[in-house]
């Protein structure tokens, strides 16, 4: 889980402009193009995190491919807005493509990992962390271009997004402290188990 030190230490590098260029020296301007790079490195710590849990090759190439257009797309974003201001539009789409990584690892855990529950592992919690995050947000992100400007709008935005980004905190940081359990789907395939409830056996200790 190295990759999700990575990225709690871009969040944290990359919240320091922020904070200067909104509350000591306010420009909107480079504000917003330290959020946007922020997005893209988000984007791409998670794409990595999805090709290194899921097992379909297919899939794998799928979300490493994915990095390169969602990057066109935020350039492409950021060069047609108008000065100054903030789209959302690559904040949808990265919520729509990262609950699609979440529903196939989930579709992958039911059907091949039935030896350690998936709670047990942490990438069930990471996981669980960005369903969260993404499908709480995902209508706040999608209508904020065109009520960006209303106050009681910006009230509602903040409480929202404040929430749902504990939240997603929060369960990251306990999937990154589970220590997860040695499978014994794994003895099995190396015949260290005699039965999936047994615990393992040393045959050669033994006269049978």
């Known amino acids: 889980m190295r990759i999700f030190i990575f990225y709690c230490s871009a969040l944290f590098l990359l919240f320091i402009p922020v904070f200067y260029f909104r509350y000591i020296a306010p420009s909107d301007y480079y504000r917003f193009i330290f959020l946007r790079i922020f997005l893209l490195v988000e984007f ?52 729509l493509v990262i609950l699609t990584y979440i529903l196939y690892f989930f579709y992958e855990k039911m059907r091949s990992d039935i030896f350690t529950p998936a709670y047990q592992t942490r990438a069930f919690w990471i996981a669980v962390a960005f369903t969260l995050f993404c499908s709480g947000n995902f209508f706040l992100f999608l209508y904020s271009n065109n009520s960006v400007k209303d106050d009681l709008y910006k009230l509602q935005y903040t409480i929202i997004y404040s929430t749902f980004t504990i939240l997603k905190n929060l369960f990251i940081c306990i999937g990154l402290s589970i220590k997860e359990p040695t499978t014994v789907g794994s003895n099995i395939q190396h015949g260290k188990v005699d039965d999936i409830w047994e615990i393992p056996i040393d045959y050669k200790k033994t006269n049978l």
Do not use: H, Q, R, W
Request: charged fraction near 10%.
């Open 44 to 95: 791409t710590v998670l794409s990595l995190f999805f090709y290194y849990v899921l097992k379909s090759l297919l899939a794998k190439k799928i979300v490493l491919f994915a990095i390169i257009p969602f990057v066109l797309l935020s350039i492409l974003d950021f060069t047609t807005s108008i000065k100054g201001t903030f789209s959302f539009v690559p904040l949808v789409v990265e919520c």
